[in-house]
T-cell receptor
């Protein structure tokens, strides 16, 4: 158990819809990272937050947005969903460099 | 941007030694990390090299040569439970972690 929690574990929704994925980092970690992993693909970095502020941005679509709240939990919002958005979405947290990943949210867009 | 190259798959027998190489091209290099991911599971941190040389953690060792933009993960005394995907990842000065495509290691009895 990494100490990072993500909800929900599974999500099935239709194209055009909007969903919110939630992540709680390990106690004491200020950084939260979001990744997308499509079937048989590597991990694609989406965005990083540090202590409530956006710190780095990767290949995140304009339809996607994220935020980190004062209690350090983070949410990833995915809108106007397309079939190609079906993937595993991981969040990770860190304090000293090593990243600890949550169990992921498996999103299926039908 | 960053690019990382690692073999797509490796097969070995129990008890053997496997070396997974990773070459990278990046700017603002901080260090090289390795992660293990079992099918459908979360990536788990294995090791991190910021300086040249070998880091040993039990049956796993990781090596880095900054001048050659090259590193490797060495898996010794392979066990069936080591069957998984292994990712190298470059940490850069802009706080990003860029992952390679992963190497699938299959351990046979």
């Amino acid at each position: 158990d990494s100490g990072v929690t993500q909800t929900p574990k599974h999500l099935i929704t239709a194209t055009g819809q909007r969903v919110t994925l939630r992540c709680s980092p390990r106690s004491g970690d200020l950084s939260v990272y979001w990744y997308q992993q499509s079937l048989d693909q590597g991990l694609q970095f989406l965005i990083q937050y540090y202590n409530g502020e956006e710190r780095a941005k990767g290949n995140i679509l304009e339809r996607f947005s994220a935020q980190q709240f004062p209690d350090l939990h983070s949410e990833l919002n995915l809108s106007s969903l397309e079939l190609g958005d079906s993937a595993l979405y991981f969040c990770a947290s860190s304090s000293s460099g090593e990243q600890y990943f949550g169990p992921g949210t498996r999103l299926t867009v039908t | 941007g960053q690019s990382l190259e690692q073999p797509s798959e490796v097969t070995a027998v129990e008890g053997a030694i496997v070396q997974i190489n990773c070459t990278y091209q990046t700017s603002g290099f901080y260090g090289l990390s390795w992660y293990q991911q079992h099918d459908g599971g979360a990536p788990t941190f294995l090791s991190y090299n910021a300086l040249d040389g070998l880091e040993e953690t039990g049956r796993f060792s990781s090596f880095l040569s900054r001048s050659d933009s090259y590193g490797y993960l060495l898996l010794q005394e392979l066990q069936m439970k080591d069957s998984a995907s292994y990712f190298c990842a470059v940490r850069t000065a802009d706080y990003k972690l860029s992952f390679g495509a992963g190497t699938t290691v299959t351990v046979r009895a």
